[in-house]
């Protein structure tokens, strides 16, 4: 039987509910299906020289969203899906950079992404009879922050407005706004004032 193939209003409508992608479902196959043109778009980006205006051709087309001209994307940059990445204005995604955006990634104006740092939206359920079906979790990333080379942020993160990430961090838990936090697992290191 064939699978039916959903839009991307409709996946991005189940994403939002926390709709589990069960194993062999329509909505896995879509998942899938929106893959391989994510491969294709990404391969186009990545594997020869693009200037920075069709590079954010490419990341609309990736993420079927106008990307902003004040965004700067520097590829190589992969993600499995790229229909649920949501960029403000003035964003910046350094080389290397790893979004598993299927449950969702929104990145507020002026947020710095450094090289290879890695966003990730899905969980396996824990049962073992169950274990191929993932867990959906957004990531929401505030206003004018900045995270450091090779972090890695888990589902279900937010990070608030002007908060800093060490390099290397793994952030298993929410960032409150204007701190500075490091390590694995990430923790606060110091507050953020005028001064600093």
Known sequence: ??????????????????????????LLQSFYEYGQEALKITMEMNNKYNPPEKVRELFSKLTASEI????????????????NIKLGKKVFINACCKFQDN???????????????????????FEPQKRC???PKPVKIGK???LGSNCTILPGVSIGDNAIVGAGS????????????????AHIIKNICENN
């Open 170 to 185: 793994v952030v298993t838990k929410s960032v409150a706004a204007n701190t500075v936090v490091a390590g694995n697992p």
């Open 68 to 83: 902003d001209e004040s965004c700067l994307i520097i590829p190589p940059f992969h993600t499995e899906f790229g229909k």
């Open 133 to 135: 079906d993932s867990i």
């Open 144 to 146: 004018n922050v900045w």
């Open 103 to 125: 449950g969702g990634i929104d990145i507020g104006d002026r947020t710095m992404i450094g090289s290879g740092v890695t966003i990730v939206t899905l969980n396996h359920c």
């Open 1 to 26: 039987m064939d699978k039916k193939i959903l839009s991307i209003e409709e996946i991005r409508q189940l994403m939002n509910k926390g709709t589990h992608l069960i194993f062999g479902s329509d």
